[in-house]
């Protein structure tokens, strides 16, 4: 074996060849000749890759390795471990990008040649993107001591065992592009590893970014204080300065180099500090067009001690339990004058007690310009609804608006598409960005549109045509000043009419009437009493080897359409979910989405409960998302709804799950379907076809039924209904 050759484990393995770690595990039993372990401990060896793929291609498992998972597992069986292997990748792909000349004659020598020559290009490079290694503080994003370049040069000693990986990911970068081969890598290495990061969804960061860059005007300079992997700072549109600063040396170096990818060196500055931003600020003079921030919530460490009198706490001293607050100002005293800051907020933020005078002063002094209440399952912690808070620089030539912008979309409304289900909020996969998005540029806009240029001639019946029941008011800020100084839009916004009022209450009145009445015509026969039936049996999996019907998985593909997701599939509801606009990970050219087809039978993988759905013409042409698979019968061997009635039953669904960690999992090949022919295939279709039907229609009345009630409630409760 090689010295320093990559190793891979079990679970390595079986993504190599696609298979279960079970099939490894039998390999390792049955073959004398499997590689023996080279590391790693008893329960969990790790093997060296070159023997593995040289033993899987032996018995015909393995044709070929693909690049991008050899790339990865040479990157995660890296010797000094997975994150500096990631650094000294993204430094070689920036070379790779930046002089592709200088790379192609660097990889022309020796190993150990490369590792040296490699370290003086790289240090010739780093320095001219990131700046000297050591600089000081020059008040322009130069940094303080203690806070030093994220990006170190690797020496020729740290290079030499990343020399095959490095050649690997130049090789994937000339297939895929450096950026994208380098955000491929450091997308599996987050989804390795999720506890170890807090990061934020990109229909987050794009509505941040767009709340700063309103009106087209795009914001240049730009910093991040807590910027983690940097998603904030890659989702603005044409900055020409990239600042950031992460108390993780680790992703402060990961961020650099993503961002310095990202971009271009005619076209964006960009520098990346490590340190603690609050005791620490990299840049202490520096003044920005915009500050976009993610901050670490409910810290008691932040340096509340030893900054008592820092020049930053303009507009009050932050308590101990205030951190937040701490990063708000942090964020103001960066900005110039008239420069604005989205920050994310827990909610309490917005209303503690112990935060009301900096409120106060935010408030009076035009600093604090809107609070937006997100979904619940907007970030982490998903479990409740947090706030952006946007800010503005007060100063000369600001004037100080005596009014503050209060957007709740912590419910958006449900798609009207979705007649048969739940809402469609309440959950990370479930967000509709776009309706949030809409939701939150809708009222910013107009309102940021007026305090620039100046109110108009009926600005006061403006300001009153933006508000919107239960979804934004612009408040003025003396209604704000009581004891309590709460924040929290939905305590301030006008309630939505009851149920949409009275007419909307009547519609949906009717609507569940007749729906009633088709429930009790769908209604379900008794059906013939007889002895349980003894057919011959066959599995899914046996039927797809036959040919008699297509196993495909969702979840992978870009593109514009819709998407089916689970929760689509367990309510009964129109495709919901969207596709990324770009690759995941950005392996190669773009994915192509599973598009279901009518007669397809979708079921959830995950959850261990009974459901099939049938695809209809209405949901045809929609991709199929994650945790879900899709059966796609031959009509001339099976009937769909056949096929979906009997994978719902019971026994059936018991003996194909599994169970792994807390989650109960669906292994659909092994699914059992009764031997018929087509046609009493057919009439069995019939009934399980009616039976969907009545059970739509059950739910689409206990839905109609809650709906009416509530609002009945809330029109009782603000007088919109009176009792007869």
């Excluded at 679970?11 to 372990?37: E, Q, T, Y």
């Excluded at 067009?289 to 409910?298: G, I, R, T």
């Excluded at 989405?593 to 759905?613: H, K, Y």
Aim: aromatic share 4%.
């Amino acid at each position: 074996m090689p010295e320093n050759s990559t190793e891979v484990t079990a679970a390595g393995i079986a993504r190599l060849a696609g298979v279960g770690r079970a099939a490894v595990s039998n390999w390792r039993r049955r073959h004398a000749d499997f590689p023996k372990p080279v590391g790693g401990t008893e329960t969990s060896p790790s093997f060296a890759l070159p023997e593995v793929e040289r033993w899987l291609r032996d018995q015909g498992k393995l044709a070929e390795v693909p690049l991008r998972e050899r790339v990865w597992q040479q990157l995660a069986g890296h010797p000094a471990g997975a994150v500096p292997a990631l650094v000294h990748t993204g430094c070689a792909l920036l070379l790779v990008r930046d002089r592709p000349t200088a790379w192609l004659e660097i990889t022309a020598v020796s190993d150990g040649r490369m590792a040296t020559v490699l370290h003086l290009a790289l240090n010739d490079l780093l320095t001219a993107r990131f700046g000297p290694a050591n600089e000081a503080g020059d008040g322009n994003g130069g940094g303080t001591s203690g806070c030093v370049r994220a990006v170190h040069t690797p020496t020729a000693d740290e290079l030499l065992p990343s020399v095959p990986l490095l050649r690997a990911a130049a090789e994937l970068a000339a297939e895929t592009g450096a950026r994208q081969a380098f955000e491929f890598l450091l997308g599996r290495q987050l989804d390795a590893n999720p506890r170890q990061f807090t990061l934020t969804p990109p229909g987050l960061a794009e509505l941040m970014a767009a709340l700063v860059e309103t009106g087209g005007r795009p914001a240049r300079t730009v910093l991040d204080p807590a910027t983690g992997t940097g998603a904030l700072l890659r989702a603005l549109s044409r900055p020409t300065a990239l600042y950031a600063q992460d108390a993780d040396p680790d992703l402060a170096a990961l961020t650099a180099l993503r961002l310095a990818l990202n971009s271009t060196v005619e076209s964006c500055t960009v520098a990346v500090r490590a340190g603690d931003t609050l005791r620490a600020d990299a840049f202490p003079q520096l003044a920005v067009d915009a500050v976009l921030c993610h901050p670490p919530f409910n810290e008691r460490n932040w340096g509340h001690d030893e900054l008592a009198y820092d020049p930053r706490w303009e507009y009050g001293f932050p308590a101990r339990t205030e951190s937040e607050l701490a990063w708000v100002q942090h964020a103001l005293a960066h900005l110039r004058e008239g420069g604005t800051a989205v920050l994310l907020m827990p909610p309490a933020a917005a209303s503690r007690r112990s935060g009301r005078r900096i409120r106060a002063d935010l408030l009076r002094r035009g600093a604090l310009r809107a609070v937006v209440a997100l979904p619940a399952g907007a970030a982490p912690p998903y479990g409740i609804p947090l706030h952006l808070w946007v800010l503005r620089k007060p100063g000369a030539g600001v004037r100080p608006s005596p009014e503050l912008l209060l957007v709740d979309t912590a419910e958006p409304a449900e798609p009207a598409a979705a007649t048969a289900a739940t809402p469609a909020s309440g959950g990370r996969d479930r967000l509709d960005w776009q309706a949030v998005r809409s939701a939150v540029l809708d009222a910013w806009e107009p309102f940021d549109r007026a305090e620039r240029t100046g109110p108009e001639p009926d600005a006061a019946l403006g300001r009153t045509g933006q508000d919107r029941p239960g979804a934004s008011r612009v408040v003025p800020v003396i209604e704000l000043l009581d004891d309590d100084v709460d924040l929290a839009p939905a305590r301030h916004l006008p309630p939505p009419t009851a149920g949409g009022g009275p007419a909307e209450l009547t519609r949906v009145r009717d609507r569940l009437t007749e729906t009633l009445r088709l429930t009790a015509t769908l209604t379900p026969p008794l059906a013939d009493l007889s002895d349980p039936a003894h057919w011959p049996l066959t599995t899914v999996g046996e039927l797809a080897r036959a040919g008699a019907l297509q196993l495909r998985t969702g979840g992978s593909g870009t593109g514009p359409g819709p998407v089916l997701t689970e929760y689509d599939v367990l309510g009964s509801t129109a495709p919901s979910g969207t596709l990324p606009a770009t690759p995941a990970s950005t392996d190669g050219p773009p994915e192509e989405p599973v598009l279901v087809e009518p007669g397809d039978v979708v079921v959830p993988v995950l959850g261990g409960g009974t459901v099939a759905r049938v695809i209809d013409e209405a949901t045809a042409g929609a991709a199929l998302g994650r945790n879900l698979q899709l059966l796609r019968p031959d009509p001339a061997a099976l009937d769909p709804w056949f096929l979906a009635g009997f994978l719902r039953g019971t026994a059936n669904n018991r003996q194909a799950s599994s169970y792994a960690s807390t989650a109960t999992r669906l292994d659909a090949r092994r699914l059992q379907l009764p031997r018929l022919p087509l046609a009493e295939q057919q009439r069995y279709g019939a009934q399980f076809r009616a039976l969907a039907a009545f059970e739509d229609a059950l739910r689409l009345t206990g839905r109609l039924g809650g709906q009416l009630v509530q609002g009945m409630y809330d029109g009782l409760t603000d007088g919109t209904v009176t009792p007869k």
